[in-house]
Protein backbone atom coordinates (compact mmCIF):
# COMPACT_ATOMS: atom_id res chain seq x y z
CA UNK A 1 0.00 0.00 0.00
CA UNK A 2 1.36 3.31 -1.43
CA UNK A 3 1.61 6.50 1.47
CA UNK A 4 -1.04 8.39 -0.35
CA UNK A 5 -3.26 5.56 -0.25
CA UNK A 6 -2.40 5.06 3.31
CA UNK A 7 -2.86 8.78 4.36
CA UNK A 8 -6.06 8.55 2.60
CA UNK A 9 -7.47 5.87 4.70
CA UNK A 10 -6.23 7.71 7.45
CA UNK A 11 -7.92 11.12 6.84
CA UNK A 12 -11.45 9.03 5.97
CA UNK A 13 -11.07 7.54 8.99
CA UNK A 14 -10.54 10.50 11.24
CA UNK A 15 -13.08 12.41 9.09
CA UNK A 16 -15.95 9.74 9.89
CA UNK A 17 -14.80 9.59 13.62
CA UNK A 18 -15.29 13.60 13.36
CA UNK A 19 -18.56 13.50 11.84
CA UNK A 20 -20.02 10.58 14.59
CA UNK A 21 -18.60 12.76 17.29
CA UNK A 22 -20.34 16.07 16.21
CA UNK A 23 -23.77 13.94 15.25
CA UNK A 24 -23.73 12.61 19.25
CA UNK A 25 -23.14 15.85 20.75
CA UNK A 26 -25.78 17.71 18.31
CA UNK A 27 -28.20 14.68 19.26
CA UNK A 28 -27.30 14.86 23.30
CA UNK A 29 -27.74 18.79 22.90
CA UNK A 30 -31.44 18.12 21.04
CA UNK A 31 -32.45 15.38 23.93
CA UNK A 32 -30.94 17.38 27.10
CA UNK A 33 -32.98 20.26 25.40
CA UNK A 34 -36.26 17.89 24.99
CA UNK A 35 -35.75 16.45 28.89
CA UNK A 36 -35.56 19.75 29.64
CA UNK A 37 -38.69 20.93 28.10
CA UNK A 38 -40.46 18.31 29.32
CA UNK A 39 -39.25 18.12 32.78
CA UNK A 40 -40.35 22.03 33.12
CA UNK A 41 -43.84 21.09 31.31
CA UNK A 42 -44.37 18.47 34.54
CA UNK A 43 -46.29 21.48 37.06
CA UNK A 44 -48.86 21.92 34.13
CA UNK A 45 -49.67 18.32 33.29
CA UNK A 46 -50.92 18.34 37.04
CA UNK A 47 -53.57 20.79 36.10
CA UNK A 48 -54.78 18.02 33.73
CA UNK A 49 -54.20 14.63 35.57
CA UNK A 50 -56.77 12.63 33.25
CA UNK A 51 -53.97 11.45 30.78
CA UNK A 52 -51.33 11.01 33.35
CA UNK A 53 -53.80 8.74 34.73
CA UNK A 54 -54.66 7.00 31.47
CA UNK A 55 -50.64 6.34 31.20
CA UNK A 56 -50.08 5.34 34.87
CA UNK A 57 -52.88 2.79 34.21
CA UNK A 58 -50.73 1.90 30.83
CA UNK A 59 -47.40 1.47 31.84
CA UNK A 60 -48.34 0.49 35.68
CA UNK A 61 -51.41 -2.05 35.31
CA UNK A 62 -50.58 -3.81 32.29
CA UNK A 63 -46.58 -4.53 33.40
CA UNK A 64 -47.34 -5.94 36.64
CA UNK A 65 -47.76 -9.56 35.63
CA UNK A 66 -44.26 -9.84 33.83
CA UNK A 67 -42.61 -7.19 36.96
CA UNK A 68 -44.46 -10.14 39.74
CA UNK A 69 -42.77 -12.91 37.57
CA UNK A 70 -39.54 -11.74 37.58
CA UNK A 71 -39.78 -10.50 41.14
CA UNK A 72 -40.16 -13.34 42.42
CA UNK A 73 -37.89 -15.97 40.95
CA UNK A 74 -34.92 -13.05 41.52
CA UNK A 75 -36.13 -13.13 45.11
CA UNK A 76 -35.87 -16.78 45.16
CA UNK A 77 -32.36 -16.31 43.45
CA UNK A 78 -30.96 -14.10 45.57
CA UNK A 79 -32.30 -16.21 48.95
CA UNK A 80 -30.66 -19.33 47.38
CA UNK A 81 -27.21 -18.10 46.42
CA UNK A 82 -27.16 -16.23 49.81
CA UNK A 83 -27.83 -19.53 51.60
CA UNK A 84 -25.78 -21.77 49.92
CA UNK A 85 -22.93 -19.16 50.39
CA UNK A 86 -23.36 -18.26 54.10
CA UNK A 87 -23.80 -22.38 54.67
CA UNK A 88 -21.09 -23.48 57.95
CA UNK A 89 -19.83 -19.68 57.85
CA UNK A 90 -22.61 -17.36 58.59
CA UNK A 91 -26.02 -18.29 60.63
CA UNK A 92 -28.87 -18.92 58.16
CA UNK A 93 -31.22 -15.79 59.66
CA UNK A 94 -28.29 -13.13 57.91
CA UNK A 95 -30.01 -14.79 54.89
CA UNK A 96 -33.19 -12.40 54.82
CA UNK A 97 -30.53 -8.98 55.76
CA UNK A 98 -28.95 -9.82 52.40
CA UNK A 99 -31.98 -10.61 50.10
CA UNK A 100 -33.84 -7.66 52.04
CA UNK A 101 -30.71 -5.17 51.32
CA UNK A 102 -30.49 -6.19 47.82
CA UNK A 103 -33.67 -6.37 46.79
CA UNK A 104 -34.65 -2.75 48.18
CA UNK A 105 -31.19 -1.23 46.84
CA UNK A 106 -30.49 -2.59 43.69
CA UNK A 107 -32.22 -5.56 42.32
CA UNK A 108 -35.99 -4.33 42.49
CA UNK A 109 -35.57 -0.66 41.13
CA UNK A 110 -33.06 -2.21 38.88
CA UNK A 111 -34.45 -5.09 37.50
CA UNK A 112 -38.29 -3.30 37.57
CA UNK A 113 -36.90 -0.54 35.69
CA UNK A 114 -35.26 -2.79 32.75
CA UNK A 115 -38.51 -4.78 32.63
CA UNK A 116 -40.92 -1.68 32.18
CA UNK A 117 -38.32 -0.21 29.44
CA UNK A 118 -38.27 -3.69 27.34
CA UNK A 119 -41.90 -3.37 27.79
CA UNK A 120 -43.42 -0.08 27.71
CA UNK A 121 -40.91 1.98 27.22
CA UNK A 122 -40.55 0.05 23.58
CA UNK A 123 -43.93 0.26 23.21
CA UNK A 124 -43.85 4.24 23.93
CA UNK A 125 -41.45 4.74 21.30
CA UNK A 126 -43.44 2.37 18.73
CA UNK A 127 -46.64 4.65 19.38
CA UNK A 128 -44.87 8.00 18.69
CA UNK A 129 -42.71 7.24 16.02
CA UNK A 130 -45.82 6.02 14.24
CA UNK A 131 -47.51 9.41 14.55
CA UNK A 132 -44.27 10.86 13.75
CA UNK A 133 -44.04 8.94 10.68
CA UNK A 134 -47.45 8.79 9.48
CA UNK A 135 -47.20 12.58 9.97
CA UNK A 136 -50.09 12.62 13.22
CA UNK A 137 -47.77 14.80 15.33
CA UNK A 138 -47.50 17.51 11.97
CA UNK A 139 -51.35 17.88 11.77
CA UNK A 140 -51.67 18.31 16.07
CA UNK A 141 -48.87 21.17 15.46
CA UNK A 142 -50.26 22.23 12.39
CA UNK A 143 -53.81 22.58 14.53
CA UNK A 144 -52.32 24.57 17.24
CA UNK A 145 -52.41 21.83 19.72
CA UNK A 146 -49.22 21.65 22.31
CA UNK A 147 -47.99 18.35 21.48
CA UNK A 148 -45.47 17.88 24.53
CA UNK A 149 -48.42 19.10 26.88
CA UNK A 150 -50.76 16.32 25.27
CA UNK A 151 -48.54 13.36 24.55
CA UNK A 152 -44.99 13.81 26.04
CA UNK A 153 -45.17 14.77 29.69
CA UNK A 154 -48.00 12.62 30.63
CA UNK A 155 -46.00 9.77 29.41
CA UNK A 156 -42.86 10.94 31.10
CA UNK A 157 -44.88 11.92 34.62
CA UNK A 158 -46.93 8.70 34.65
CA UNK A 159 -43.45 7.26 34.41
CA UNK A 160 -41.83 8.89 37.05
CA UNK A 161 -44.90 7.92 39.49
CA UNK A 162 -45.21 4.33 38.54
CA UNK A 163 -41.96 3.25 38.56
CA UNK A 164 -41.82 3.67 42.28
CA UNK A 165 -44.72 1.75 43.13
CA UNK A 166 -43.73 -0.73 40.82
CA UNK A 167 -40.69 -0.86 42.83
CA UNK A 168 -42.53 -1.48 46.35
CA UNK A 169 -44.61 -4.20 45.21
CA UNK A 170 -41.52 -5.79 43.32
CA UNK A 171 -39.28 -5.43 46.44
CA UNK A 172 -42.74 -7.31 48.33
CA UNK A 173 -43.09 -10.05 45.71
CA UNK A 174 -39.24 -10.80 45.78
CA UNK A 175 -39.02 -11.09 49.73
CA UNK A 176 -41.77 -13.73 49.34
CA UNK A 177 -40.27 -15.77 46.82
CA UNK A 178 -36.71 -15.86 49.12
CA UNK A 179 -38.85 -16.62 51.81
CA UNK A 180 -40.61 -19.94 50.12
CA UNK A 181 -37.38 -20.75 48.95
CA UNK A 182 -35.24 -20.58 52.80
CA UNK A 183 -38.53 -22.27 54.30
CA UNK A 184 -39.19 -24.88 51.46
CA UNK A 185 -35.71 -26.20 51.12
CA UNK A 186 -33.05 -24.72 53.73
CA UNK A 187 -35.90 -25.68 56.92
CA UNK A 188 -35.83 -21.63 58.11
CA UNK A 189 -38.81 -20.77 59.29
CA UNK A 190 -40.74 -17.18 58.49
CA UNK A 191 -39.81 -15.44 61.71
CA UNK A 192 -36.41 -16.18 61.65
CA UNK A 193 -36.19 -14.72 57.56
CA UNK A 194 -38.27 -11.69 58.88
CA UNK A 195 -36.09 -11.06 61.52
CA UNK A 196 -32.97 -11.14 59.02
CA UNK A 197 -34.78 -8.57 57.01
CA UNK A 198 -34.91 -6.46 59.72
CA UNK A 199 -32.07 -6.83 61.61
CA UNK A 200 -29.70 -3.70 59.63
CA UNK A 201 -33.18 -2.68 58.04
CA UNK A 202 -32.50 1.57 57.49
CA UNK A 203 -35.46 3.58 56.19
CA UNK A 204 -32.66 5.23 53.86
CA UNK A 205 -32.44 2.05 52.32
CA UNK A 206 -35.75 2.02 51.28
CA UNK A 207 -35.77 5.94 50.36
CA UNK A 208 -32.69 5.61 48.08
CA UNK A 209 -34.30 2.65 45.99
CA UNK A 210 -37.42 4.87 45.49
CA UNK A 211 -35.57 7.36 44.30
CA UNK A 212 -33.62 5.24 42.20
CA UNK A 213 -37.23 4.39 40.76
CA UNK A 214 -38.36 7.61 40.29
CA UNK A 215 -35.20 8.87 38.01
CA UNK A 216 -35.14 5.32 36.13
CA UNK A 217 -38.86 6.13 35.05
CA UNK A 218 -37.44 9.80 34.32
CA UNK A 219 -35.25 8.08 31.70
CA UNK A 220 -37.68 5.90 30.69
CA UNK A 221 -40.29 8.32 29.71
CA UNK A 222 -37.69 10.44 28.28
CA UNK A 223 -36.14 8.34 25.28
CA UNK A 224 -39.33 6.96 25.04
CA UNK A 225 -40.59 10.72 24.04
CA UNK A 226 -37.20 11.36 22.63
CA UNK A 227 -36.88 8.52 20.06
CA UNK A 228 -40.64 8.45 19.14
CA UNK A 229 -41.09 11.80 18.07
CA UNK A 230 -37.55 12.10 16.38
CA UNK A 231 -38.18 8.72 14.36
CA UNK A 232 -38.11 8.86 10.29
CA UNK A 233 -38.16 7.01 7.03
CA UNK A 234 -40.95 4.82 7.83
CA UNK A 235 -41.28 1.39 9.36
CA UNK A 236 -37.74 0.76 9.12
CA UNK A 237 -36.85 4.56 11.19
CA UNK A 238 -39.65 3.30 14.04
CA UNK A 239 -37.79 -0.56 14.65
CA UNK A 240 -34.43 1.82 15.18
CA UNK A 241 -36.06 4.39 16.85
CA UNK A 242 -37.33 1.53 19.24
CA UNK A 243 -34.42 -0.53 19.37
CA UNK A 244 -32.27 2.69 20.41
CA UNK A 245 -34.77 4.02 22.87
CA UNK A 246 -34.71 0.43 25.08
CA UNK A 247 -30.77 0.63 24.81
CA UNK A 248 -30.24 3.85 25.63
CA UNK A 249 -32.83 4.16 28.65
CA UNK A 250 -31.02 0.49 29.24
CA UNK A 251 -27.57 2.28 29.97
CA UNK A 252 -29.07 5.08 31.46
CA UNK A 253 -30.76 3.00 34.30
CA UNK A 254 -27.17 0.80 35.04
CA UNK A 255 -25.27 3.88 34.84
CA UNK A 256 -27.30 6.49 36.71
CA UNK A 257 -27.90 3.40 39.24
CA UNK A 258 -24.21 2.89 40.18
CA UNK A 259 -23.99 6.98 40.29
CA UNK A 260 -27.06 7.07 42.76
CA UNK A 261 -25.94 4.54 44.63
CA UNK A 262 -22.46 6.14 45.84
CA UNK A 263 -24.37 9.74 46.52
CA UNK A 264 -27.64 8.25 48.45
CA UNK A 265 -25.55 5.45 50.23
CA UNK A 266 -21.87 7.36 50.75
Known amino acids: MSASSLLNRIDERVTGLGVAVLSFGAAAAGFTRFAVSLLAGIPGALRHPRAVREHMVWIGVTSLPLVAF ?22 LRYVGTAVGKSVMLELGPVLT ?49 VLPLLTILSSCIALLGALAVVTLFRGMSSETFFFGVRL ?9 GLVKAAVFGGWIGLFGCWFGATSSRGA ?4 RATMSAVVAADIAILGSGFLLSKLLLA
Open 236 to 239: EGVG
Open 200 to 208: FYEDRDLIA
Open 113 to 161: ALVVAGRAGAAMTAELGTMAVTEQLDAMKALGLNVRRLLYVPRVLASIV
Open 70 to 91: ISVFTGAVAAWQAAHNFADYIP
